[in-house]
């Protein structure tokens, strides 16, 4: 009983106690300040068994956030927005330079001297998932190199 009523105090913690999702290696890609928006990567893992379907989110750094996809056409590599995000039942989706990503677009004046970033996911069931994402220079730059050992 107790920490039924510890628990609807915070916001948050209901659709928690049922997450099915979980995040791991969350990072948001520094970038030299003057930036209007950056590039965010997170691993999700689901453990349902069912597609799970994120349809919104928001960071503490900028004004929206946006899914996005990285295409190539030949030698163009160009990104395409995407509605939604689908976690495949007992799968994962690796967000990831030149893949699937999140954009954070219109940046806060001063969120590349931050040394963390929360995010914040909705599915369409409107349940959320809290997330903090390191920021980081990351290897390789926009044009996504790949090293081969
Ligand atoms: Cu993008």
Known sequence: MVKFFACILFFGCISNAFA?????????RLLPPGQKQTAAYVTI???ANQDITLAFANSSISQSV???????????MH?????QLTIPANGKLELKPGGYHLMLI????????QNTVQLEFFDVK????????????M???KHNHHHHH
């Not at 946006?66 to 163009?76: L, P, R, V």
């Open 45 to 47: 893992s689901n453990s």
């Open 126 to 137: 409107n349940n959320s998932y809290k997330v903090t994402a390191n920021l980081s220079k």
């Open 20 to 28: 099915q999702l979980s995040f791991s290696n969350a990072t948001v």
């Open 139 to 141: 290897a390789g730059g």
């Open 106 to 113: 219109n940046l806060s004046d001063t969120w590349f001297s």
């Open 79 to 83: 990104m395409m927005q995407v509605e």
């Open 66 to 76: 946006e899914f996005h996809q990285t295409m190539m056409h030949g030698e163009m």
